[in-house]
């Protein structure tokens, strides 16, 4: 989606995206009167939306202190080349390794930063020597340890 279809998206697509993001398993039906909608325009929408890659898919959200990972990790990577290819072979491997939750491509000091989720420090040390200090083109890594998450927004609270 380029930046002229961003635009295409009205306040009603925007309510359709705001309300699913609170609860996927919504019916039409609700859907439709939670936007102020009737159920057949609502569906309209809602096909659109998926057609158009605007809606990725539905999925269940976990909580992973319950499944005992509560442990998170942030890592800034250095890479020791940073030209297309090897940035793609570096995506490649980094996409494998199930722990890494989340990988940016940074614009400053470092080339990536890593959110990385396990269930213990020692865990983590694990990942760390197995895999991460493993991966293509690493120069070095510096690692911060969450104490708390304080806020991890969800995307209906920026539509």
């Known amino acids: 989606m380029d930046q002229n279809e961003q635009s295409d998206l009205d306040r009603f697509d925007r309510a359709i995206l705001r309300v699913l993001a609170g609860d996927g398993r919504i019916s039409v039906t609700e859907l439709a009167r939670e936007i102020g909608l009737s159920k057949s325009p609502t569906q309209a929408r809602l096909r659109r939306l998926e057609r158009d890659g605007v809606i990725t898919g539905y999925r269940a959200l976990f909580d992973p202190i319950r499944l005992g990972l509560d442990h998170v990790s942030f890592v800034e990577v250095r890479l020791h080349d940073t030209r297309e290819a090897a940035l793609a072979e570096f995506n490649a491997a980094v996409a494998k390794i199930p722990e890494i939750e989340q990988v940016h491509l940074i614009a400053g000091n470092f080339d990536y930063l890593m959110k ?42 920026v539509i």
């Open 116 to 157: 990385i989720r396990t269930q213990s420090m020692s865990d983590y040390r694990r990942v760390l020597a197995d895999h991460i200090s493993t991966l293509p083109h690493l120069s070095n890594t510096s690692t911060y340890v969450a104490m708390q998450a304080v806020k991890e927004n969800a995307l209906s609270d």
